[in-house]
């Protein structure tokens, strides 16, 4: 399965300011997708990326708040901006195993504490 | 509101014995089904998938699904302390598209 390393691991940050969070993939892959998991809920899928386009946002995120770069097929960031509290969570990216058949891989988390 | 199901736990088990975990979901065109186990602080890692009725056994885990019913659960045999962790049901509901439960929490008890 595909080896993703994810950066920074955590940070603690103030609130108004932004964090770019990078995932770097060890094969190519088309689609890439960042979760977040707050406390004590489930994952919740924010966007999914594809090379050489916009990437497509689910119900209740905004590309102002998470904006998503995919510069080639290896690599993406998500940038949280102008933090708060309640953005205090883990963001977690993924890629999709051979289409689907074998489920997602997920990165190695980036848990980000507001204050 | 596409939803999955799973009772938050903690469930404990002794050491040795099995474990049972349970899910429900409510999008009757789902096709495919995943088990993932996540320890604290840790990310989510896939243990199980299984897309037909009836069962799927790997190892010490065994996935089940019936679709009638709309539910998939998750035995694990010969419980160990190393399983103590949150384990995630996931139902794809479309392409590239997944709802997770909430977890339950899993504690084998040395």
């Not at chain 2, 069962?55 to 010969?78: C, H, M, P, W």
């Amino acid at each position: 399965s595909a080896v993703i390393s994810q950066k920074p691991s955590r940070d603690i940050c103030q609130r108004g300011t932004s964090l770019t969070i990078q995932c770097q993939v060890d094969s190519q892959v088309t689609m890439m997708f960042w979760y977040r998991q707050q406390p004590g809920q489930s994952l919740t899928l924010i966007a999914t990326a594809n090379q050489g386009s916009e990437a497509t946002y689910e119900s209740g995120f905004v590309i102002d708040k998470f904006p998503i770069s995919r510069p080639n097929l290896t690599f993406s960031t998500l940038t949280v901006s102008n933090m708060s509290p309640e953005d205090s969570s883990i963001y977690l990216c993924s890629v999709e195993e051979d289409e689907g058949v074998y489920g997602y891989t997920f990165g190695s988390g980036t848990r980000l504490t507001v204050v | 509101q596409k939803e999955v199901e799973q009772n938050s736990g903690p469930l404990s088990v002794p050491e040795g014995a099995i474990a049972s975990l349970n899910c429900t979901y409510s999008d009757r065109v789902s096709q495919s089904f995943f088990w993932y186990r996540q320890y604290s602080g840790k990310s989510p890692e896939l243990i199980m998938s299984i897309y037909s009725n009836g069962d799927k056994e790997d190892g010490r885990f065994t996935a089940q699904l019936n679709k009638a019913s709309q539910y998939v659960s998750l035995l694990i045999r010969d419980s160990q302390p190393s399983d103590s962790a949150t384990y995630l049901c996931a139902v794809a509901t479309g392409t590239y598209k997944y709802i997770f439960g909430t977890g339950t929490r899993l504690k084998v008890l040395a």
